[in-house]
């Protein structure tokens, strides 16, 4: 008998013992290995499942947040053009209140001129005829202010300086 033909009380122990343990296996642990890799795979395709509706509703969310900051976008456009349409509308605005103020000024310091110009001018008519006069009393020796002729006679010289400025303009 050797380790290829062996005894037969011993090969039908043998065969009952393994029998047996598979009829127990398959009584026993068969159908809570079956249920166990049921649980598992319903676990799995449930996880999926749920994956697949998450990932969904995230793709539903980011179409919905893109479709907001294309709007948010184009509104900053908006905003932005506004905001340099009013810029543009309240610089011309104060351009043309300034020119307005400057052609105010610029008017104000001409009539000041003038006004200064005349001032200034009758001021020094009336020192040249001061001067003249004392300067013709020196001369001639006695005081001249109270001619009433010299008053006359100045002032038709002025009248003659200022022809001749005209008529050289």
Do not use: W
């Not at 090969?11 to 249920?35: E, N, Y």
């Not at 049921?38 to 499942?49: N, S």
């Not at 103020?101 to 005829?129: C, G, S």
């Amino acid at each position: 008998m050797g380790p290829l033909n062996p005894p037969r009380p011993e090969l039908i122990v043998g065969l009952i013992c393994f029998f047996s343990v598979v009829g127990v296996f398959a009584k026993l642990l068969v159908p809570r290995i079956q249920k166990t890799l049921t649980e598992r795979e319903d676990a799995i395709e449930g996880t999926i499942g749920r994956a697949e509706a998450i990932h969904d509703e995230a793709r539903r969310i980011y179409a919905e947040y893109q479709a907001e900051l294309s709007a948010a976008r184009h509104e900053a456009a908006q905003v932005r053009q506004t905001a340099k349409e009013e810029g543009a509308a309240l610089l011309a605005t104060l351009r043309a209140e300034g020119q307005k103020q400057r052609e105010h000024l610029v008017a104000a310091a001409k009539t000041q001129l003038e006004a200064d110009r005349i001032i200034a001018e009758a001021e020094l008519r009336e020192d040249v005829f001061t001067l003249a006069t004392e300067l013709a009393g020196r001369i001639v020796g006695e005081p001249l202010n109270d001619l009433p002729r010299a008053r006359v006679i100045a002032d038709d010289f002025f009248t003659k300086v200022d022809v001749e400025i005209s008529t050289k303009k």
